[in-house]
C-alpha cells in the first residue's frame, strides 16, 4: 500500500472513533462536569427546583463533624485494606505458581468470593457476625467468652468487620491475577536463583516482585479505587453507617446525602472529596510501587 493512500484513508479511519469519543463525553466527562455544578445547587431531587448557592456547600460540607469521621475512616479503610491485601495476594499467588498439591482447588477456592454478589455476601456476614453468630459461637467454644462482642453493632468493631470483609472479598481474585502473571515469568530464570541457592522467599522478593513490579502497582490502584469507591454497598446491608459514624466513609455518605436525606449538593461536595482523594492516592501508589525502568530514569 502506497503513502498517498494510506494517509488518504487516515481521515476515514479517525471518524471511525467518533462514536467512542462521544459515549466517553455523554458517559463519563458529563457525569464528571454535572458533579461539579450540583455540588453549587441547593437541590433536593429531579421533582424539585435546584436553587444555585455558589460555595454554600462546601461550608457546611466542611463544618459537618459527619464528613469528617467520613474522612477518617475511608482513609483507615484503605490505609489498612491494601497495604495487607496487596502483598499477601502476592505472596498467595506466588504459592500457586510452585503447584503444590491441589492447587487448582486452592485456585478456585480463592477465586469463589469474588463471584459471590454483594448483598449475598452481606447476608452471610451479617449471620457470621451477629451477637449468637458464627464468630461470637466459636470464641465461646473455645472459652473466650469475654471477646464476644456484638461486631456490626460495637463502634469499636464495626470498621474493622467492614474491613476485614473487603480483604476476604478481595484478596481471592488478586490471588488469581498474580499468579496468572507470576506464571509467565522466564522459568530459566527461576531454576538459575534455585541453583545459585536462593529460597523461596529470596526468590519471591528480589526476583519475582521486581520482574512483576508494574503489575503489582496496576492490582494496587484497582484495589484501591475499588475499596475506596465501592463501599457504599455492604457498608448500607450491614451497619447503615453506624453505630453513630463508626462506619460511615465517603462513599456511603455521598449516597446517605443524595437519596436518605434528599441534599444532593452536599452529596456532590463529597463525591468532589473523594474524587480527589482517589487521585492523590493513585498518586502515592504510583511514587511507592515506581516500575524498573522508572527507577533506572
Known amino acids: 500500500m502506497s503513502l498517498t493512500s494510506t494517509r488518504g ?48 456547600n462546601i461550608g457546611r460540607v466542611f463544618a459537618d463533624p459527619t464528613f469528617h469521621a467520613a474522612v477518617r475512616n475511608s482513609v483507615i479503610q484503605v490505609a489498612i485494606a491494601i497495604p495487607v491485601m496487596i502483598p499477601l495476594a502476592f505472596m498467595l499467588g506466588y504459592h500457586l505458581t510452585t ?22 455476601t452481606g447476608m452471610i456476614f451479617y449471620g457470621v457476625l451477629s451477637p449468637n453468630g458464627g464468630v461470637n459461637g466459636l470464641l465461646r467454644g473455645i472459652g473466650l467468652d469475654s471477646l464476644a462482642t456484638a461486631w456490626l453493632a460495637d463502634p469499636s468493631t464495626a470498621l474493622p468487620s467492614l474491613i476485614a470483609i473487603d ?12 499468579a496468572a ?5 522466564p522459568a530459566e530464570v ?9 529460597g523461596r522467599m529470596r526468590i519471591m522478593w528480589r526476583i519475582a516482585f521486581p520482574m512483576v513490579k508494574d503489575y503489582v502497582r496496576t492490582l494496587a490502584m484497582l484495589q484501591f479505587l475499588w475499596t475506596l469507591f465501592t463501599s457504599a454497598a455492604l457498608i448500607l446491608l450491614l ?59
Open 190 to 198: 527461576i531454576e538459575a536463583a534455585e541453583i545459585d541457592g536462593a
Open 99 to 120: 503447584k503444590p498439591r491441589g492447587y487448582r482447588i486452592l485456585s478456585v477456592l480463592y477465586f469463589s468470593p469474588g463471584l459471590i454478589s454483594i448483598s449475598m
Open 181 to 185: 502473571r507470576l506464571a509467565s515469568l
Open 9 to 56: 484513508r487516515s481521515p476515514r479511519v479517525l471518524w471511525l472513533t467518533v462514536p467512542s469519543l462521544v459515549w466517553f463525553a455523554v458517559f463519563s466527562v458529563g457525569p464528571l462536569a454535572a458533579m461539579f455544578v450540583i455540588a453549587t445547587l441547593r437541590w433536593k431531587g429531579l421533582l424539585y427546583e435546584p436553587t444555585y448557592i455558589g460555595l454554600e
Open 239 to 297: 451497619t447503615k453507617g453506624g453505630p453513630g459514624t463508626s462506619s460511615t466513609t465517603l462513599s456511603y455518605l455521598v449516597y446517605a446525602k443524595a437519596f436518605s436525606q434528599r441534599d444532593l449538593g452536599y452529596s456532590q461536595v463529597v463525591g468532589v472529596v473523594l474524587l480527589l482523594l482517589g487521585v492523590a492516592g493513585m498518586f502515592l501508589i504510583r511514587a511507592l510501587l515506581r516500575g524498573s525502568e522508572e527507577d533506572s530514569r
Open 167 to 178: 480483604l476476604w472479598r478481595g484478596i481471592g481474585w488478586t490471588v488469581v491475577l498474580f
